[in-house]
């Protein structure tokens, strides 16, 4: 595994540097070492943050959490990783390295045992007529019918985009990109 590892508003220190490597390089049984691990750093007052992004095999595992202890913040995402992944262990099976899962035993979780969940099922489908408009308008819109995202054909790149509400109060704009 490559681990790419960057920080906003915080010096990242070789101790909290060796930490993050050898606790992400436990992930490593579940992927080849080929894959790419983004690991973002960053410190908000008195929040520390860590997110980490994991593409591979045209699927993205993602964590972030914050505590006002990064070695903490760095135990609660691996620990969000390693659930997810357990979680989603059928689905994952055939994309993620064989024999990941050879031992059952947790890596940073305390031993969890698997929940047996019924898995989420489309219940519904929306239909609804999109039309061309720019980027303030399809916010305004969004936020005149109180919903966390808008979907919306851009008036500039007659492409679909979707707006969405961040949890810091900002907006997002989510942009095809075809490979």
Do not use: C, W
């Amino acid at each position: 595994m490559r681990i790419i590892l960057s920080g906003k508003n915080i010096e990242i220190t070789d101790a909290l540097r060796d930490q993050v490597y050898k606790k992400v390089g436990k992930l490593e049984r579940y992927f080849d070492e080929n894959t790419e691990v983004y690991v973002t750093m960053s410190v908000e007052k008195n929040r520390h943050i860590m997110e980490v992004t994991i593409p591979f095999n045209g699927i993205v595992i993602r964590a972030e959490d914050s505590t006002d202890d990064m070695y903490i913040t760095i135990d609660k995402v691996l620990d969000k990783l390693e659930k997810q992944i357990h979680k989603h262990r059928t689905k994952l099976s055939k994309k993620i390295r064989s024999g990941a899962f050879k031992y059952e035993k947790p890596v940073f979780s305390e031993a969890f045992e698997p929940e047996e969940v019924d898995m989420p099922k489309l219940v519904k489908t929306k239909r609804f007529a999109v039309k061309p408009m720019h980027v303030e308008e399809a916010i305004l819109q969004m936020d005149l019918l109180g919903h966390a995202f808008f979907v919306f054909i851009n008036a500039e790149s007659d492409e679909v985009n979707v707006v969405y509400k961040r949890k810091d109060g900002n907006y997002g704009l989510i942009e095809p990109e075809y490979l």
